[in-house]
Structures are given as C-alpha cells and as structure tokens.
C-alpha cells in the first residue's frame, strides 16, 4: 500500500506542471487549482491525461477526487486528445466508485465529457479546491437541466 501511494503521489507531482504554473524549482505557486494548459504540446497533455487516468484507481479518496477534477477540466480545454479510457474510468466511478463523494463528481464530469461545450464557455475555474470546481459544474449543469439561458 505504501509503495502505491508513493508512486500515486509521484505521478501526480510529475504531471502537476502539465495543469498548473510552477516556479523554476517545480513547485506550485499560488495560482488557482486548474491553470491555463494551452502552452504545453500534444504528448505532453496526453501524458497527463494517461497520468490522472491512472490515479483515478488510487485508494485514496482525495487523489481519486482530484484526478476527476483535473480529466473533466482537460475534457473542456483539451477535445483534440483523446479521453476514451479516461471516460469508461469516470463513467465506472460513477456507478461504482467506493464513496458518495467520489459517485458524485465522477457523475458531473460524466455530463461534462458528454458536452464540454456548455461547460468550457463561462465557467469559473479560478477555483482553489476541487469542490469549488465541482460546484461550479453542478451549478452550471443544474441551470442547463433546468432550461435556464446561460449566457
């Protein structure tokens, strides 16, 4: 379990400058919890989509949350790369995942991943957490379900 957790947080470290803005020394600064991702290449981006795929088996919760965020923001900014294991893993997660947490949010990114559209146009991620994000999903998802104009 150890050896796991170790590799899940070294995946996780590793993709972090793929998905958020880092000082020369690599660490995070403060910036919100999901950056701008347009100056990076096409394998790289792919690379950390492959890498939060991954981490969506972790035992921990909060990677497991995380890595959902972080595969729902990629699916509105990024629809060129393909996601296809990412989705089946959310979708799985959706129906099945271990807490009502982790069912939740891997149902809001399943709307996402089913129309990034609405969701990649007007919605705030200058979150800081990944249930601020999440919220903002659930509003936006609740507005179009609802009929509202969204604008």
């Known amino acids: 379990m150890k050896t796991f957790a170790m590799f899940a947080a070294g995946l996780l470290l590793a993709s972090v400058p793929a998905l958020g803005h880092c000082n020369t020394q ?17 394998a790289y981006l792919q690379k950390a989509v492959n890498t939060y795929t991954v981490l969506l088996t972790s035992p921990y919760d909060g990677i497991v949350e995380s890595a959902i965020a ?17 989705r089946q893993a959310i979708a799985n997660l959706a129906e099945s995942g271990r807490t009502p947490a982790i069912r939740y949010k ?7 991943f089913e129309s990034p559209e609405v969701f990649a146009k007007g ?3 200058e979150s800081t957490d990944s249930d601020q994000f999440f919220m903002a999903i659930a509003s936006r998802a609740q507005k179009t379900l609802l009929g509202q104009n969204i604008k």
């Open 26 to 42: 690599g660490m995070p600064q403060d910036a919100p919890y999901l950056a701008t991702i347009s100056s990076h290449s096409d």
């Open 70 to 86: 972080h595969l729902a923001y990629c699916r509105m900014s990024l629809r060129h790369i393909d996601m296809k294991e990412a």
């Open 106 to 112: 891997a149902y809001l990114a399943t709307i996402v």
């Open 123 to 125: 919605l705030n991620v």
